[in-house]
């Protein structure tokens, strides 16, 4: 009666039972109870007691285990082991319960802290071990005992194993016995991973998932172009096998093999196997052949049983398909159904919130109703302490990104900010999005926000942990941050030059601008103009940066606008600049990309930088001539157009009467237009 907790299997070695309980304390002294009686409990199992090998009882006869409880189907059979250890998550040694307290049934084994060790016996884990090579050493010796479970188990260590904060560095290596070594961690994980993959078929949804996970993990970690792994290291030989030479074609080998074992049963899955398997999939940057079968399969089985997927399963479950770039509306909108149902999110954490608004922002499934429930969660909370940087900056880029307006929202994480007097927790790409989601929302508690933040950026010592995105990405909202609220800021450029001359600083000092793609180029040489923050240094360096450029296919429309826009708003001179860009749109096949705003900003940039290039005008004239129609050409633009055309001393009478055309037509509607604005925009408009 003792033994009514155990669950899975019994194993007879050298006399005594070694059972495994759901995280029984007393199991030692459970075993030694059903020692004494095995010969009369266990009188199907026919091999003899005493033996030295470990056999599985998958044969004794139900009957033997009325006593104990149900029988489950043991996962597989088990053959010698070594003597005094017993391999899996975690498994309780023979040796006698000093206390003999009771099991506590429904505690969970693998989230117990780790055994300590016992004197008759030995308890082993995936998490004692410290080091991959450890890992691998145990596994392999024992491989032919080990089942799906143990398995998963070694790469879900693996997986945590790989990560930066257990890689140390690594010293030149002799020649000799570090050789030998390389070779043998290497045979051992190929070995393992191999048995791994040949019983993939065999893996119950809770193996599948885990190992599939712990696949994923590996792969994003080891898949870094931007970090060198010293050769035989655990990391290189990991790349290796999960890589190789043609990584899409080896990942899309192993996950389809993942996707082929996983299909079939997917009836038999829980909600967190569902979750499990999609979030691998994204995070290893799934490159299945059939992939949208796989998430459509996913979807409709995770649809019916979304009321029972905890909080953390919803979160990532949206998440991959957003990452994947599976949009399957019904899916989404079944999940925003069932949050906003939900009675409170007290149950909700700040990361599983902040993730839940990312996705439904990025898949385009911007419901008012969920982000209304989950917005007003948060106003109602008493602080917001137990939210983390990435948290904040998650929660306020979703709201704006799908353009949904909640001030008190903003009001409550721009208050919590601005008390903050440490910001060194927030990393740059949270920054740039915290200011850019404060811009675009026009929030008007912004300005203090922005000032704190200005501070926090003037006072590091350098930006390199600044991504080209991250500085574009500040200075633009700087500066939409201004113009949308101009009562409340004053010009950034002019208010607090220090954060604009510490950009430019960072830029000028670069050693080349490689690693800035044209849009960060451009936005930041825009928001520089718009900013009156003058630097010819700044636009001196990106100038010689384009001109060194083979060519130009890599600027948009958009992105050679914005260009020259900057440099004549900032009267900047740079004829070869102008030059190199007019002779690349004047070669342009069709300038069909070419949207009104454009075709504006550029001849107005030439005409106001007195830089006189026929060629380029001829072309965007005839362009603008072989549209159906300039419906789409506002009255600001054409008039625009036609001041440019006429400042260059370029006279095409056929343009200015389409234009003028289009510009009446524009005028007749500017009335209704206006009633149809918001206060700001009249406001604007007025400006005009």
Request: overall charge neutral; aromatic content about 10%.
């Amino acid at each position: 009666r003792q033994c009514h907790n155990l669950q899975s299997r019994l194993a007879i070695h050298r006399g005594n039972i070694l059972t495994r309980f759901s995280g029984a304390s007393a199991a030692a002294g459970a075993a030694r109870s059903i020692s004494h009686r095995s010969r009369i409990l266990l009188p199907s199992c026919s091999r003899a007691i005493g033996s030295r090998n470990i056999f599985d009882v998958s044969s004794c006869s139900s009957a033997a285990f009325g006593e104990f409880g149900q029988h489950h189907r043991p996962q597989s059979k088990l053959k010698p082991l070594q003597s005094g250890w017993v391999i899996g998550e975690r498994w309780l040694s023979t040796s006698p319960s000093k206390h003999g307290h009771k099991p506590k049934s429904k505690s969970s084994p693998r989230h117990k802290s780790k055994p300590k060790r016992q004197q008759d016996g030995k308890f082993l884990d995936m998490k004692d071990f410290e080091s991959i090579e450890e890992a691998a050493d145990m596994t392999f010796n024992r491989l032919d005992n080990f089942n799906p479970r143990n398995l998963s188990s070694f790469w879900t260590r693996v997986s945590q194993l790989v990560a930066p904060k257990y890689q140390k560095s690594e010293p030149p290596k002799k020649v000799g016995t570090e050789d030998a070594q390389k070779e043998q961690l290497m045979s051992q994980l190929q070995s393992i991973f191999s048995k791994t993959m040949n019983q993939i078929k065999s893996f119950e949804p809770r193996d599948l998932t885990q190992t599939a996970l712990g696949f994923a993990k590996i792969v994003k970690e080891v898949d870094n172009f931007g970090r060198r792994h010293h050769e035989g290291t655990p990391r290189q030989i990991l790349r290796d096998i999960f890589i190789g030479h043609h990584s899409e074609q080896r990942q899309q080998r192993i996950f389809q093999d993942i996707a082929n074992a996983a299909m079939p049963i997917l009836p038999e899955f829980e909600p967190r196997y569902l979750s499990n398997l999609a979030y691998a999939n994204a995070i290893a940057g799934s490159v299945l052949e059939d992939r949208q079968l796989l998430f459509d399969q996913i979807a409709e089985k995770s649809i019916p049983l979304l009321g029972e997927f905890n909080p953390h399963d919803l979160a990532n479950m949206v998440w991959s398909f957003e990452k994947n770039g599976e949009s399957n509306p019904r899916l989404f909108e079944e999940v925003a159904n069932t949050i906003v149902a939900l009675d409170h999110l007290g149950e909700f954490s700040p990361q599983a919130l902040s993730n839940i608004l990312l996705a439904f922002s990025k898949a385009g499934k911007s419901d008012p109703r969920l982000f209304k429930k989950i917005a007003n969660h948060i106003i109602l909370l008493d602080n917001l302490r137990g939210f983390s940087p990435q948290d904040f900056s998650n929660i306020v880029w979703a709201f704006a990104k799908a353009d949904v307006s909640h001030p008190r929202l903003f009001k409550k994480v721009a208050g919590h900010m601005i008390s903050l007097d440490n910001w060194g927790e927030f990393k740059p790409l949270e920054l740039s999005n915290i200011v850019w989601a404060f811009a675009k929302a026009e929030v008007a508690d912004a300005p203090m926000l922005f000032e704190k933040i200005a501070n926090h950026i003037v006072a590091n010592s350098n930006l390199r942990d600044f991504y080209p995105q991250d500085l574009s990405n500040i200075v633009w909202a700087y500066v939409e941050a201004n113009e949308a609220n101009p009562m409340a800021f004053v010009k950034a450029g002019k208010s607090d030059p220090r954060l604009f001359e510490k950009v430019a600083d960072h830029i000028i000092a670069s050693h080349n601008l490689w690693v800035f793609k044209p849009h960060e180029l451009s936005n930041i040489l825009l928001a520089f103009a718009k900013a009156e923050a003058l630097n010819p240094q700044l636009f001196e360096k990106v100038a010689h940066h384009i001109m060194k450029l083979d060519d130009l296919r890599k600027f948009k429309p958009q992105h050679l606008s914005n260009t020259v826009w900057a440099f004549a708003k900032a009267e900047v001179s740079h004829p070869m600049l102008f030059k190199r860009v007019a002779d690349h749109i004047a070669a342009l096949k069709n300038m069909k990309r070419f949207k009104p705003q454009h075709f504006s900003d550029t001849v107005w940039a030439y005409a106001t930088a007195k830089e006189e290039q026929p060629h380029l005008f001829e072309k965007v004239a005839d362009q603008i001539l072989s549209l159906d129609n300039l419906d789409s050409f506002s009255s600001q633009s054409c008039s625009e157009i036609r001041w440019a055309f006429e400042d260059a001393n370029v006279i095409n009478s056929q343009l200015f009467d389409a234009l003028d055309t289009a510009c009446v037509h524009d005028d007749e509607n500017l009335d209704e237009k206006y009633q149809q604005l918001n206060p700001q925009d009249q406001w604007h408009a007025r400006v005009l």
